[in-house]
């Protein structure tokens, strides 16, 4: 059964995580003297890092870790912060924030969230029954990052007000942060359904809460760059997926230039 990472009690403040990116690799006690967090928050923001996937364990960054750190280390960027978002969003990860954008619709109740989230979750392996309050921490902490101006809220996923969690029209998506989720999707996959794009978990239509016409445009703007190929095959709409580059060869596209 998949239990809920609780980050040691800490929120997402990309200001903290980035002293601890910066200084990845370094003994513990290391870190602890140098950023002045005590044991436990530097655990935490840890374990943000390895949500992220920026880092693979308590001692090496990932390959996208690699790659965001020597272009934006201080995760400014807003291509950098939905990368984060993006990773954190995977079910294994971050199964609240899982559950708010693939499961929860675009509008939803914030009283009911929790209660919601804890049923799909029980029917799907996820462990909600602790001593502590892990669930409501761990939604809080998600419904918070992704509404404060010290993590997420530049990038426009969510609106909370009047008791109503609501999808907004994203900002700062750049054409090779899509085509980066896209191909990271792939799965061995040569073309893919605008139905399988807005349906499927964690892709792309999914992750930015896009309707048919809003996903319609982005992909115009992916085939602009050569990144897919609009088909019609019988009575579907197929979208050819031609690069056959790894996903973050994207990503070092986009900081070599921007």
Known sequence: MQTLHEYQGFGVSLREITQVFNLFGAEKQVLINETGFGDNKVRGLIDYLKDF?????TKELTKLGEEVKKADKRLVEDFSKWLCVYHWSACDHNPALFYLLNCAGNVASLAGFQEAFKLWASANDIQTNYKKPYVTGLISKTLKALTDTEAFEKLR????????IERLDPYGVHP???AYILYDNRRGRQSITITELLEEPGNIGKFFGY????LDNRLNDLAHLGLVKRVQVANLNMVELPFNGSPLALVEKYYAEN
Do not use: K, Q
């Not at 309707?211 to 809003?214: G, H, I, L, P, Y």
């Open 53 to 57: 996937n920026l880092a693979s364990n």
């Open 157 to 164: 996923l969510i609106s909370i007000g009047n008791d109503r």
């Open 176 to 178: 090779l942060l899509l």
């Open 211 to 214: 309707n048919a016409n809003s």
